[in-house]
């Protein structure tokens, strides 16, 4: 596609439930990122995909969150047991290889743990 | 612990203003100092960036200065538009991993 798409763009959930968030990066991009933005925040990085695998996922704030990619394209941020401190923006990132510049956002998917 | 510090939280300037914003860092690693323009309901765009050997760069009416012995960089806004109204994220970099500041919200009036 044109830009990297994130399904879905809003999503509430109730307190302990499992969610999972989509991103599909621009095609031929090999890496890929997930970030953070809460209420009044900057952007916290998440995790860092290189192809399927992720070298750096330093960012995950606990073992609740957890995130794959497969066939080099889509990834999927999965959060379980959800807690109301998780309600944020969950951007997704790609760039044509990994770098500091040439990032693409897609326009996140808003998060409300009620 | 924030990397980078941004200021002000927030700023109104009359169109055809000047709007500016401030960011401080501390890691003297980083190697690569972006601005991002964020709409609401989207994701941050890109908008200027700067590399440390450079003091300053401009691309129409927005500018970064880079002080890399303070470790602060700016940006500045001229002739200010409504259609310039957004959050405003500077960043610092190395490698693939950005870190950002916490926003700014400028609200340009007509």
């Known amino acids: 596609g044109a830009g990297v798409s994130q399904s879905p763009s809003n999503k509430v959930t109730e307190k302990g439930k499992d969610v999972e968030l989509r991103c599909d990066p621009i095609?031929?991009?090999?890496?890929l990122y997930w970030y953070r933005q809460s209420l009044g925040q900057g952007l916290e990085f998440l995790i860092y995909?290189?192809?399927?695998?992720?070298?750096?996922k330093s960012g995950l704030p606990s073992d609740r969150f957890s995130a794959e990619r497969t066939g080099g394209s889509v990834s999927t941020l999965t959060i379980q047991r959800t807690q109301q401190e998780d309600s944020a923006v969950y951007l997704c990132?790609?760039?044509?290889?990994?770098?500091?510049?040439?990032?693409?956002f897609g326009s996140g998917t808003r998060l409300t743990v009620v | 612990q924030q990397q980078v510090k941004q200021s002000p939280q927030s700023l109104i300037v009359q169109k055809g203003g000047i709007s500016i914003i401030n960011c401080a860092y501390e890691?003297?690693?980083?190697?690569?100092f972006p601005w991002y323009q964020q709409f609401p309901g989207k994701g941050p765009a890109l908008l200027i960036a700067?590399?440390?050997?450079?003091s300053e760069k401009k691309e129409g009416r927005f500018t970064i200065s880079f002080n890399k012995s303070a470790k602060q960089f700016s940006l500045h806004i001229m002739d200010s538009q409504p259609g310039d109204s957004a959050t405003y994220f500077c960043?610092?970099?190395?490698?693939?991993?950005?870190?950002f500041g916490a926003g700014t919200t400028v609200t340009v009036r007509a």
């Open positions: 700067i590399r440390p050997d450079v």
């Open positions: 890691n003297t690693a980083f190697d690569y």
């Open positions: 960043a610092a970099s190395k490698d693939y991993k950005l870190s």
């Open positions: 095609s031929g991009h090999t890496a």
């Open positions: 995909f290189q192809g399927n695998s992720a070298p750096d």
């Open positions: 990132a790609s760039s044509l290889r990994a770098s500091n510049y040439g990032y693409t």
